[in-house]
């Protein structure tokens, strides 16, 4: 019986570890732009003006 109230107090402190990760990553930043990486594909990437020599 004390096993289970190891692995219920360990996975407590697992997931306030995940979610205290998760709220840094949305305060600094990284799901600000969730547009731009899916329309990045649709748009042609600029052509050079310079030809490659053989």
């Known amino acids: 019986m004390k096993i289970i109230f190891v692995l219920i ?4 402190l ?7 990760s998760f709220l840094w990553a949305v305060k600094s930043g990284q799901y600000k732009d969730d547009y731009t990486p899916s329309m990045r594909i649709l748009h042609d990437e600029p052509q050079s003006t310079s030809k490659k020599q053989n």
Do not use: E, Y
């Open 9 to 12: 107090g360990l996975s407590l």
């Open 14 to 20: 697992l997931a306030i570890g995940f979610l205290i």
